[in-house]
């Protein structure tokens, strides 16, 4: 379904629902949070119109700037420096002789000290040369080649502070991916992966999304493995994943996770560990319905699911019921990760004598944090963002509404990076170096 299509879909369906509404004493929580969205929202337009607009002003007053640092004078200072001693008696000698008028006193193309001051036509000229962009730009390397930009303005951190409901523990973007088996650059199928991965990038809990990639400075990325290699589906799909890296960033990212890897053995020689592969990214929240913690998304990229992500079990939009698992508690063998956590006191104690307790987005900070994952189905993002009764007392969105709009902010921003590139723009790499993001196999 194309991305345009998925938000008429939602418009056609918020319409149908305001017209076979009950009477407004019977409305209930989740219809007005989605009439209030109705009412207050903006256009995709005229919020890329916005945008557009402090661009250009911004771009605008920075050659303004730049163009009135430098003065006349310095300029004349700078060509009396650069003139040698008998050039200037020269000068002087003409100026008493009346043999020059004061035009003729300005050599434009005379050769001082082996440079031509043909160079400082005129103040104009020397702007455009002298503004460039500094080094550091993410877009350019020091080289002038052009890389993607990693380091973006896209996150707008306190544009919802106040309106966000409290049930929405953490929210961001997020990618999945996976990898072959060793030597498989290709796979045919899901027996194919080695393992599937996801990728969770916190956003500031009042943050709205605009235009450019994710900032890619940020420390407190997750990399979360799922070893069963698809995702659970179902109610009866309940299996473990953990958290394989913590608090790092995507440049560490890219070095310790999305490249491939060589190596040698003595029996087989050289063996290679394929590049990670994209197979679909969106924006997720973290949510609490009381006495559980889920895992909400809504999938941006592909615009239309294909035959990869299905089998992956990737959903247009889905939840799942996460619990964390208690380290001093016994456990499966073939489920051990062998190291501990390393929880703090804090957490440790709020444990108690449990084995799981409902998932805290503070776990997610700890390497070997191990979780259970339990499957939704079709209905499980309704029942993730269940409005809280303490947000409606607050008038504040309904939780499923706040995700509605980060992901048509995430809609605007992939469409504006060249839809699919927005992954390795995000993550600042070059798409042609990586598998790119696939619906078939």
Known sequence: MAAGTRRSARLSSSQQSQ???PPASQTSPAAAGKKRKAETGSSPSAKRGKKEAKQQKTIEEAMDLD????????????????E???????????????????????????????????????????QEEEFKEPEDTPTESKK???????????????????????SILEKGVMYFFYRGRVNIDSPDSVTDIQRSFIVLRPLPHGAKLGDGPIGSSSKDCRLIAIPK??????????????????????????????????????????QKTPAATPAAEGI??????????????????????GEIQQDLGIRQQGSFILSTK?????????????????YSQEIQDEFRNLRWMPLQPKHLNYEACQFLMIGEGEQGLDKATEPQEKDIKKDKSAPKDEMEKLEEEDEIRVQHLNGEDAVFKDLGVDSKSYPGLQTTW
């Open 19 to 21: 017209d076979s509404s």
């Open 67 to 82: 163009k009135a640092e430098p003065s006349s004078a310095k300029a004349e200072e700078n060509e009396g420096e650069e």
């Open 84 to 126: 040698s001693k008998p050039q200037q008696d020269a000068k002087k000698t003409e100026k008493e002789n009346g043999a020059t008028n004061e035009k003729q006193v300005e050599p434009r193309h005379e050769e001082t000290n082996g440079h031509s001051l043909e160079q400082k036509e005129t103040e104009d000229d020397k």
């Open 229 to 270: 290699k698809t995702l659970p589906t179902s109610g009866k799909d309940r299996w473990t994943a953990f958290v394989e890296t913590a608090n790092t960033s995507f440049p560490e990212l890219k070095e310790s996770f999305l490249k491939e890897d060589k190596y040698t053995t003595q029996t087989q020689g050289t």
């Open 144 to 166: 002038g080649e052009n890389l993607p930009a990693a380091d973006g303005d896209a996150v707008n951190e306190s544009a919802r502070d106040g309106d966000v409901p409290s």
């Open 326 to 342: 208690n380290p001093k508690a016994p456990g499966p063998a073939n489920a051990d990760l062998g190291r501990d956590p390393g």
């Open 284 to 305: 997720y929240a973290i949510t609490s319905t009381g006495r559980e913690s889920h895992l909400a998304y809504i999938i941006t990229l592909p615009s239309e699911l």
